[in-house]
Structures are given as C-alpha cells and as structure tokens.
C-alpha cells in the first residue's frame, strides 16, 4: 500500500492532471503526469468497468500498478503527480507485463 503522501486524492488535483498534464499511451494502459509544488511524487489509479466488469479483477489489477510504482519510488522523480489509467488491453498482462508497461510510460515521459 502506498502511504498517504503518495496518493493523489483530491478531486481538484486529479482534473489538474487530466486537463494539463503530459500523457503517453498504449493499448494496456495510458499514463499522464503534471508537476505539482510538493517534494515527492502523488499516484492516483484508476481501473474502469471497460477493463474489467468483475470488480474483483479490477481491484488485483488497481493493486498490481500500485504495487510497481511502491517498489520504483526511489526511481521516480519527485515533484510530479501522476495518474496511470488501465485500458482494456490490460486484462491479457501479468504483473511482469504491467510492471514492463508502467515503467516504458514512465520512462517516456522521462520520470525515471
């Protein structure tokens, strides 16, 4: 589980990113980030009903991206808030997959 200071919650904050932040995409998942004016990074993470109608599957999917950004804190680079949206493709990946994904969109959009 990510720590509170680690969670991007605020509704007003989660708009922000969505309106304004930089984004890079897949079929798996999309990826956007903003800067933001603390000194670590925030994650918010969202799994649809397209992903998945069985709420079960989108809460091991949810915990799996969560899992991959706690174990890469240290190699994110602070100062940003991101959200890591699931797409429909996601459902064919393991955790390897997901963790693969992840960090390329991070990657690209030159957080690590």
């Not at 509704?11 to 969505?18: F, G």
């Not at 000194?39 to 709420?55: D, E, N």
């Not at 797409?87 to 690209?108: A, T, V």
């Given at each position: 589980?990510?720590?509170?200071?680690?969670?991007?919650?605020?509704?007003?904050?989660?708009?922000?990113?969505?309106?304004?932040?930089?984004?890079?995409?897949?079929?798996?998942?999309?990826?956007?980030?903003?800067?933001?004016?603390f000194?670590?990074?925030?994650?918010?993470?969202?799994?649809?009903?397209?992903?998945?109608?069985?709420?079960v599957?989108?809460?091991?999917?949810?915990?799996?991206?969560?899992?991959?950004?706690?174990?890469?804190?240290?190699?994110?680079?602070?100062?940003?808030?991101?959200m890591?949206?699931?797409?429909?493709?996601?459902?064919?990946?393991?955790?390897?997959?997901?963790?693969?994904?992840?960090?390329?969109?991070?990657?690209?959009?030159?957080?690590?």
């Open positions: 589980m990510l720590k509170a200071q680690y969670r991007l919650s605020k509704t007003k904050d989660i708009e922000r990113v969505l309106k304004n932040g930089r984004g890079a995409a897949s079929p798996s998942l999309s990826v956007k980030a903003a800067p933001n004016k000194k670590h990074s925030r994650f918010a993470f969202v799994v649809g009903l397209k992903v998945s109608k069985s709420a599957r989108r809460n091991r999917i949810r915990r799996q991206m969560r899992e991959v950004v706690r174990l890469s804190l240290e190699k994110i680079k602070p100062g940003y808030d991101v890591v949206m699931a797409r429909s493709g996601i459902s064919k990946l393991d955790y390897q997959g997901i963790e693969k994904e992840i960090m390329r969109h991070l990657k690209k959009l030159k957080l690590i």
